[in-house]
């Protein structure tokens, strides 16, 4: 059974940094990219980056570059989002989905880590 | 960016109701359309990719259809697990986009 397993919650001081996880089993790790998605309270989906953990080919939104950094480590099947630096703005749910390349649709999702910025 | 516009934003429906929700792309992206379901407090799922192809598990009463720029997302005989937040996603080129979100309820 394909999984997707999130770390919990966080809340952060803005100027702080910041690394989310996403613990993916059941399937080949190396042969699926990984995205994350962002989605603002009350707000729709928004698509951040995907990683391939295979070579670690890494795209990102135009939105996103620079703002953030995707990363993974095949030996523990585990996808990251990072900040070095949050704002407030960061404050929202994010999570995790595998990435078929075929169609470009996410398949299957973890369950979400809300991040909180406030001072 | 290819901005996904997803019409109505909200909707009111009765149980037994068939449904048909609007997405439309700002420029053409064949047949690169999903679409997917998401309950409040809980992950998107994937009903639809490429436009029309229902993902496993999900209940022949979902069908997608379209091509270009519009699209449409069609639920026949709403059942009272339906009731959720519709997006469409166009995975025609990088960014990736969705639709605003179209909220079915009661």
């Known amino acids: 059974e394909v999984q997707l397993v999130q770390s919990g919650a966080e809340v952060k001081k803005p100027g702080e940094s910041l690394k989310i996880s996403c613990k993916a089993s059941g399937y080949s790790f190396t042969n699926y990219w990984i995205g994350w998605v962002r989605q603002m309270p009350g707000k729709g989906l928004e698509w951040m980056g995907v990683?391939?953990?295979?070579?670690?080919?890494?795209r990102y939104s135009p939105s996103f570059q620079g703002q953030v950094t995707i990363s993974a480590d095949k030996s523990i099947t585990t996808a990251y989002l990072h900040w070095s630096s949050l704002q407030a703005s960061d404050t929202a749910m994010y999570y995790c989905?595998?990435?078929?390349?075929?169609?470009?649709?996410?398949?299957?999702w973890g369950q979400g880590t809300l991040v909180t910025v406030s001072s | 960016d290819i901005q996904m516009t997803q019409s109505p934003s909200s909707l009111s429906a009765s149980v037994g109701d068939t449904i048909t929700i609007i997405c439309r792309a700002s420029?053409?992206?064949?047949?690169?359309l999903n679409w997917y379901q998401q309950k409040t407090g809980k992950a998107p799922k994937l009903l639809i990719y490429a436009t029309s192809n229902l993902q496993s598990g999900v209940p022949s009463r979902f069908s997608g259809s379209g091509s270009g720029t519009d699209f449409t997302l069609t639920i026949s005989s709403l059942q009272p697990e339906d009731f959720a937040t519709y997006y469409c996603q166009q995975s025609y080129n990088n960014p990736l986009t969705f639709g605003g979100g179209t909220k079915v309820e009661i």
């Open positions: 420029q053409t992206i064949s047949t690169y």
């Open positions: 990683i391939y953990p295979g070579d670690s080919d890494t």
């Open positions: 989905a595998r990435l078929r390349w075929l169609h470009l649709d996410f398949d299957y």
